[in-house]
């Protein structure tokens, strides 16, 4: 048994190796790309008919600019790619859980840390955006520039939490799995397998959520002053 | 008893701990939450969506609490730094 699949090694050419995490990151991302190509290649108007897979991927994308919009207010359409696009990534790797000998990427401690990285450089990246260098940078010095080590202190940990939070949950997934294939094989992985979709499916939009919740506080705070 | 055997078992022994002490403070809190939050819906049937995307936003944080012990736990248990020196 694993404990991420990076210690999966599939390939490797002298020092050069590559792991389950990579492999599957890959094949998850060409998967995406080609999907997105083929399935808004000839996208319906307002009036006419949808195809069925028009309306699939309509339901997500209303669904994601609604949650958006309570959040951000109208302007947050903006953030609507890179939510979208954590969202469908973390959602994805979890539900091709079901595909035998798939590895979720999200397992790797390598991989939520770097989804945690983009979501750390988007809320400067967009509060910037919004209230220019000074503007944006400023808030760290208030109410004291005493407490700028504080800012930086907990703007660190809970991008750290975000990432520790998603692996453990799709790691512990995995696990149990393990563990009960070893324990009580045949039927009751089963239903924990069940549960381990769930969860990678709640633990997508609560990823997607809180950065969302991150980048609204960076850009509310500059409108309120 | 020998360094390994101590080891070992204050290992297995306080990765058991963790994750039971560690469960016990989340589990409360979210119980409560949750309770506060089905009370809010049942008075404010109207505000029940900022109700629970407020209330999901609230359990991912208190649930981080409890994976932590749990990621702790999984790494004394198979991952153990200590352990792995000394038998090295």
Known sequence: MHL?????????????????????????????????????????GPEAPRSRWQNAVEVIVVMLRTQIRTLCGEKGDVYLPFIGSLLVFIGGSSLLEVVPGWHAPTASLSTTAALAFLVGVAVPFFGVLSQGFIGYFRHYLKPSAIMLPLHLVSETSRNLALAVRLFGNIMSGAMIAGMLLAIAPFFFPIPMQVLALLTGAIQAYVFALLATVYIAAAVKRGQEE | MDKTTLIGMASIVMAALCMAIGAIGPALGEGKAIAQALSAIAQQPDASSTISLTL?????????????????????????????????
């Open chain 1, 4 to 44: 991420t699949p990076d210690h999966i090694v599939v390939a490797r050419w002298g020092f050069a190796h590559i792991n389950a995490t990579i492999l599957c990151t890959w094949i998850l991302m060409g998967l995406l790309v080609i999907c997105s190509r083929l399935l808004t290649r000839h996208l319906a």
């Open chain 2, 56 to 88: 999901l936003i609230g359990l991912a944080m208190l649930e981080s609490i409890a994976i932590y012990c749990f990621v702790i736990a999984i790494v004394l248990i198979f991952a153990n730094p200590f352990w792995n020196f000394m038998v090295r």
